[in-house]
C-alpha cells in the first residue's frame, strides 16, 4: 500500500462496513477491486474498507430482473452463463473492453461505476439495459443508473456503498450493439456509444441509446430515441438522428480530439450502434 494508510478493516457485514466509512477520522474509504486506489494511492487516505469481505459477488435472477452483486468482479459478466448472452451479449463485450483481462479478474462492477469515467463501456451498456442501482448508507434507496451519474456526489457519499444492479430481462425481439471510434484499436476511445432496439414487422418499437466521450460520464439521450420510436431505421432517419445527437451535446476538447471532432464521431458510432442492433434482430 502507500505510506499514510494507517488501517485495514476487512468487515463481513454491510452494517458494519458502513460504520466505519462514517467516521469522521482518520479518512476512510471503501476498498472494492482496487485497481484504481492503489493505483493513484491518494496520500489524505488513511484507512481503507476491504468490501471484499461481503457477501455481494453474485449474479441471480430473479422474476423478471436480473440482480448483479457490486463485487462480481468483471471478467464473471465476461464468461458467466446469465450474462455473456444477454442482449447479444452486450454486457459481456462491454465488461471485456473496459479493462485489459488481467485486471478484469480484479475490478469490480460497482467499484467500476463508482469511478466513473467518460467513455466507460461498463455504464453505457447499463444505460441502454435500463440499470437501477441499490445503495446503502443510512437507507436504502434504488436509483436509475442514468440519475446515479448525473450526480454522483448526491447518491454516493463518504458513508455509502452500492451494494446491487438490477437490470430487466429484455424480451427476446431485441438488438443490442456498441460501437467506438478510437485513435488505435487498443486505445481508450474518443466517442463511444451503445444501441438497445426493439423491432416488429420492420418498425421500431422502442430504443434506448447512450453516448459516452461528451460530457464526465455517459449520457442517456432520450429526444433522439424518440426520433427513432414507431419508423424504420433506414438511412435517412439515421442522418437526421446523427445531425440532431451532434446538435444536442457540448463536447469537451483535449489533446486527443477537438469539441468539433468529438461532435462528429458522436454522430457516427450513435449511427453504428443503431444499424448494428437492427440488423440483430431483422
Given at each position: 500500500m502507500w505510506s499514510s494508510l494507517a488501517e485495514?478493516?476487512?468487515?463481513?457485514?454491510?452494517?458494519?462496513?458502513?460504520?466505519?466509512?462514517?467516521?469522521?477520522?482518520?479518512?476512510?474509504?471503501?476498498?472494492?477491486?482496487?485497481?484504481r486506489l492503489v493505483a493513484e494511492r491518494d496520500p489524505a487516505v488513511e484507512a481503507v474498507v476491504d468490501l471484499g469481505g461481503l457477501d455481494l459477488a453474485f449474479v441471480e435472477p430473479r422474476g423478471h430482473h436480473l440482480r448483479l452483486g457490486a463485487m462480481t468482479n468483471l471478467q464473471a459478466l465476461v464468461t458467466g452463463p446469465k450474462t455473456r448472452t444477454l442482449a447479444h451479449g452486450l454486457l459481456a463485450e462491454a465488461a471485456c473492453h473496459n479493462v485489459p483481462r488481467a485486471l478484469r479478474n480484479v475490478a469490480t462492477l460497482g467499484g467500476t461505476l463508482a469511478a466513473g469515467g467518460p467513455t466507460c463501456e461498463?455504464?453505457?451498456?447499463l444505460l441502454v439495459l435500463d440499470a437501477r442501482l441499490v445503495i446503502r448508507a443510512?437507507?436504502?434507496?434504488?436509483?436509475?443508473?442514468?440519475?446515479?451519474?448525473?450526480?454522483?456526489?448526491?447518491?454516493?457519499s463518504p458513508a455509502s456503498i452500492i451494494v446491487e444492479i438490477r437490470l430487466p430481462m429484455p424480451p427476446t425481439d431485441v438488438g443490442a450493439a456498441l460501437a467506438k471510434v478510437?485513435?488505435?484499436?487498443?486505445?481508450?476511445?474518443?466517442?463511444?456509444?451503445?444501441?438497445?432496439?426493439?423491432?416488429?414487422?420492420?418498425?421500431?418499437?422502442?430504443?434506448?441509446?447512450?453516448?459516452?466521450?461528451?460530457?464526465p460520464d455517459p449520457i442517456r439521450l432520450p429526444?433522439?430515441?424518440?426520433?427513432l420510436s414507431g419508423s424504420a431505421l433506414e438511412d435517412d432517419l439515421l442522418t437526421r438522428m446523427a445531425q440532431a445527437t451532434a446538435t444536442a451535446i457540448n463536447p469537451p476538447?483535449?489533446?486527443?480530439?477537438?469539441?468539433?471532432?468529438?461532435?462528429?464521431?458522436?454522430?457516427?458510432?450513435?449511427v453504428?450502434?443503431?444499424?448494428?442492433?437492427?440488423?440483430?434482430?431483422?
Open positions: 485495514y478493516h476487512r468487515p463481513t457485514t454491510v452494517r458494519e462496513a458502513l460504520r466505519l466509512l462514517a467516521r469522521p477520522s482518520p479518512r476512510t474509504v471503501p476498498l472494492a477491486g482496487g485497481t461498463l455504464a453505457l451498456a443510512r437507507t436504502r434507496r434504488t436509483v436509475s443508473l442514468e440519475a446515479f451519474l448525473s450526480n454522483r456526489a448526491e447518491y454516493l478510437s485513435l488505435t484499436p487498443r486505445d481508450r476511445p474518443i466517442a463511444n456509444a451503445a444501441a438497445f432496439v426493439s423491432r416488429r414487422n420492420g418498425i421500431c418499437h422502442g430504443a434506448r441509446l447512450a453516448l459516452g466521450g461528451v460530457a429526444a433522439i430515441e424518440a426520433m476538447a483535449d489533446s486527443r480530439a477537438s469539441a468539433d471532432y468529438r461532435r462528429e464521431m458522436a454522430g457516427v458510432v450513435t453504428r450502434a443503431l444499424r448494428e442492433a437492427w440488423q440483430q434482430v431483422r
